[in-house]
């Protein structure tokens, strides 16, 4: 079993930027990483993924210019850098991964972390 740990939330004012970060527990079963976000009233909603060598990235159109994921094999860890934040980036962040490797906005994801608050204020 894959166990995923998020830090790295908190509050922010508009325009400003945010680093989150995510370790895995285990190499095996993980390739694909990714961040979902889950604001109150809405749906869950893809951010940014990741394949295993980093040479495939896949960001929503919606943070596309304004958010990095990035991630290290040594260390299994995935990190999404965001800037320029804006109050509609208020969620709550999931780090995920996938035993797929491509087309990673689209794929099931079978871990979960336990997510990480990110507040924009106004």
């Known amino acids: 079993q894959v166990q995923l740990v998020e830090s790295g939330g908190g509050l922010v004012q508009a325009g400003g930027s945010l680093r989150l970060s995510c370790a895995a527990s285990?190499?095996?079963?993980?390739?694909?990483m990714a961040w979902f976000r889950h604001a109150p009233g809405k749906e869950r909603e893809f951010v940014a993924a990741?394949?295993?060598?980093?040479?495939?990235?896949y960001y929503a159109g919606s943070v596309k210019g304004r958010f990095t994921i990035s991630r290290d094999n040594n260390k299994i860890t995935v990190d999404l850098q965001m800037n320029s934040l804006k109050p509609e980036d208020t969620a709550v962040y999931y780090c995920?991964?996938?035993?797929?490797?491509?087309?990673?906005?689209?794929?099931?994801?079978?871990?979960w972390g336990q997510g990480t608050q990110v507040t924009v204020s106004s």
């Open positions: 995920a991964a996938t035993k797929y490797n491509s087309n990673l906005g689209a794929v099931p994801y079978d871990y």
């Open positions: 990741i394949s295993w060598s980093g040479g495939s990235t």
């Open positions: 285990q190499r095996t079963f993980v390739y694909g």
